[in-house]
T-cell receptor, first 112, second 118 residues
Framework: AQSVTQPDIHITVSEGASLELRCNYS??????LFWYVQSPGQGLQLLLK??????LVQGIKGFEAEFKRSQSSFNLRKPSVHWSDAAEYFCAVRNYGQNFVFGPGTRLSVLP | GAGVSQSPSNKVTEKGKDVELRCDPI?????LYWYRQRLGQGLEFLIY????????KSGLPSDRFSAERTGESVSTLTIQRTQQEDSAVYLCASSPSTGLLATNEKLFFGSGTQLSVL
């Protein structure tokens, strides 16, 4: 069965610093990959998604993610974090005929 | 409506009571998902509908949980004989997906129902 791991439960960065959130998936073929953000008191919002083609995808709010097939990873990055980026981030995969599977999430805290 | 609508937004119930949670997906979306999110936890998959059928109900935690969908629209998640461990936010999401992978794959989430079992 497909699965998603996010090794970091909680990450703290200073405002203006760079960010990388890790995501690894388990599946035999290339899945569809997603990153969602859940801000305090807000619903889940799609940041970006990867289906095929260019392995570096751009999303909203200045986020990007890179698909690396050899590492089964889809890490999320942002060059300069803003205080408003503090939230919970979820990586998700979807495969043919199956549901979306979410990782456990990484909570991002931003120091002023 | 423009988005996924869930009702009620909050539900407080007593242990042992039955509850029904409703989800109105975006019009025309064929796929509908239910997830559970306990406090401080990730999203736990419950059940997935494609049209009115449920090809994957593997996430339902016990036979106290059931869900149905009618008219390829509204879905109801029912929890019978609620327990305190059922307390969580229940999230519904819909997608235009037809089951085959397509470039319009994307989940649109509702705001959730906060269920509290006393």
């Amino acid at each position: 069965a497909q699965s998603v791991t996010q090794p970091d439960i909680h990450i703290t960065v200073s405002e203006g610093a760079s960010l990388e959130l890790r995501c690894n998936y388990s599946y035999g073929a290339t899945p569809y990959l997603f990153w969602y953000v859940q801000s305090p008191g807000q619903g889940l919002q799609l940041l970006l998604k990867y289906f095929s083609g260019d392995t570096l995808v751009q999303g909203i709010k200045g986020f990007e993610a890179e698909f690396k097939r050899s590492q089964s990873s889809f890490n999320l990055r942002k060059p300069s974090v803003h205080w408003s980026d503090a939230a919970e981030y979820f990586c998700a995969v979807r495969n043919y005929g199956q549901n979306f599977v979410f990782g456990p999430g990484t909570r991002l805290s931003v120091l002023p | 409506g423009a988005g996924v609508s869930q009702s009620p937004s909050n539900k407080v119930t007593e242990k042992g009571k039955d509850v029904e949670l409703r989800c109105d997906p975006i019009s025309g979306h064929t796929a509908l998902y239910w997830y559970r999110q306990r406090l401080g936890q990730g999203l736990e998959f419950l059940i997935y509908f494609q049209g009115n059928s449920a090809p994957d109900k593997s996430g339902l935690p016990s036979d106290r949980f059931s869900a149905e969908r009618t008219g390829e629209s509204v879905s109801t998640l029912t929890i019978q004989r609620t327990q305190q461990e059922d307390s969580a936010v229940y999230l519904c999401a819909s997608s235009p997906s037809t089951g085959l992978l397509a470039t319009n794959e994307k989940l649109f989430f509702g705001s959730g129902t906060q269920l509290s079992v006393l």
